[in-house]
């Protein structure tokens, strides 16, 4: 055990309450990660009573400093702090750590907790969506100064710094000089299985300096004055600033030091001798009057200093952030005859004048991608009103930051890349889904039909892997006009992300703007329907062409049907289902060139369905379709063969 530390002023005392507090928490719930809290609470103590501007009493405040515990193993410390700090979260809610439903879970979710900002876990992403944070300030700063003027801070540890999304996202803020961003490292040399040496040595030092960021040294972690002069300084610095706060995990506990600190909890007789260790002592998680009202004093006095927006800049925020669709745009024929990722750039082009909010970029793809709005600038340091972001060879990265952007609020924001690399992302898009963000994921080159650049380029997987996500829109629009509506399903979402998958060859001008709102709606339609169809033609994207060539080869008559959103269509009552695709005893045949695990729940068990679960191959698109048997010919005669055997 280590010395006894005496709670000699009010400061060391809201320090070792919140220390004691959320170890209290930890030991009743029989899990969690004491080693942080003890460690990084003078952190959490100065952000929170020096610095921090917030309004416990309304955590939504527009122009409120964000915080990101991105290290969020760390969550009894937060909500600890939020609780000291006059946040809704009672000594109750602190009592119900990691029970179910509570307001206190394992790790800091959004929307379950007053004053959590993101929902962190997974390591590496809080840092990403604290530079999307930083992003959106320092783009809506430029245009409502005094609306929109705040910091965004966050908290790594070790582990943060190892995940690869910590250098994407840390070297994009660098290059966008995000100086309203400071992020302070849990400086520890712990991991959890030993010491971090025995994995890595990086000097995050000298590496955040050569992303552009300023590089403070704290070397004593349990100072708060000598934290509080290094974000002073972060303050004054025109770049963002990574301040490495050098602690000890488990700081006054029996594993101090050691890696057995990081996620053992103290039993009650440890509990006791911490209480005595530090000085304080709390019954029932409740904290002693002085110590409720120390911190909370201190926010609502940087709250009264806070600058008062200018009323006419206010009304003009307001009505920017509140645009929204008026109007589907026109699309002619010879629009509607090119490749999806081209009908989007075009669709994109029209609700970009109609939305003002919306801005987005690629992953260094934009000209495949097609996602670029065209007469505007790139948003850099020195253009903060540029539309159009280069996000760089990031995706995951890209999609951390558009997470955080989302989060900030008052900005629509999109991203794109091939769909075979929504592998690098799926960590990102999956956060989007459980927070409930409505972040815009454009993928492009949907199929094997991406052609001569091969199998590392065609995705087979990866689309069925998407529809597998919870809470999320996957939309494969299969004419030009369900390419327009799955643009406005994105941009009209408040509470779902949406992914566009879109072709790299020609949709075709079928269809009309009704069918194309019923598919949005229902997740299918009827393109052609037959009065007692022998067979349902299902597919989606550029795969409608092949279903509308079948019908043409085909001597029984047959519906033809576009499936954008195969998730949709199956949340559908029975009898919804029946409307789009009659049983009747048709025969139910699925195209999509892609993996066919999935599809049954469409086909049933005596359906067909043509797709392919090997990886693709180098060759034209055609000839690539003729490999693997998805010709219009091919299919049509083995429907052919199971109608009449």
Known sequence: MSEKLVSTTIETKTINSLRLLANKMITKAGSGHPGIALGAAPILYELYANQLVVDPTQPELVNRDRFILSAGHGAALLYATLHASGFDLTANDLAQFRAPHSKTPGHPEVGVTPGVEATTGPLGQGLGMAVGMAMAEAKLHSDFPTVIDHYTYALVGDGDLMEGVSHEAASLAGQQVLSQLIVLHDDNNISLDGNKDRSDISDNMARFASYGWQVLQVSNGNEPLAIHEAIQQAKQSKQPTFISVKTTIGAYGPFAGTNKAHGTPLNDEQIIDLAKALDVNIDNFELDEDVRDHIKTRIQSRLAEKEVPNPTELAAFKKFTHHSVSSLPVLDNDTKAQAGRKISKHVLQDFSQQIPQLWGGSADLVASTNTEIVGSSVFDQANRSGRNIAFGVREFGMGAVMNGIALHGGLKIFGSTFLAFSDYMKAAIRLSALQKQPVIYVFT????????????????????????????????????????????????????????????GGIGTQGTSQQAQTAMQFGATQLIGEIDAKVNLIAT?????????????????????????????????????????????????????????????????????????DFGISASPQRVLEL???????IAEKILEQLES
């Open 628 to 634: 693997y048997g998805l010709q219009a010919d091919v």
């Open 541 to 613: 994207g550029s795969e409608v062409q092949i279903a509308l060539a079948v019908k043409e080869k085909l001597s029984q008559s047959a519906n033809v049907i576009s499936m954008p959103n195969l998730q949709r269509f199956l949340a559908l009552p029975t009898q919804e289902r029946e409307k789009i695709i009659p049983k009747n005893g048709a025969k139910n045949v699925i195209i999509e060139a892609g993996t066919t695990l999935g599809w049954q729940a469409v086909s049933g068990l005596d359906g067909l369905i043509f797709g392919t679960d």
């Open 445 to 504: 080159h949907d199929s094997i039909t991406v052609g001569e650049d091969g199998p590392t380029h065609q995705p087979i997987e990866q689309l069925m892997g998407l529809r597998m996500i919870p809470g999320i829109d996957v939309l494969r629009p299969g004419t030009a006009d369900e390419i327009s509506q799955a643009w406005r399903v994105a941009l009209e979402s408040t509470n779902r992300p949406t992914v566009i998958i879109l072709s790299r």
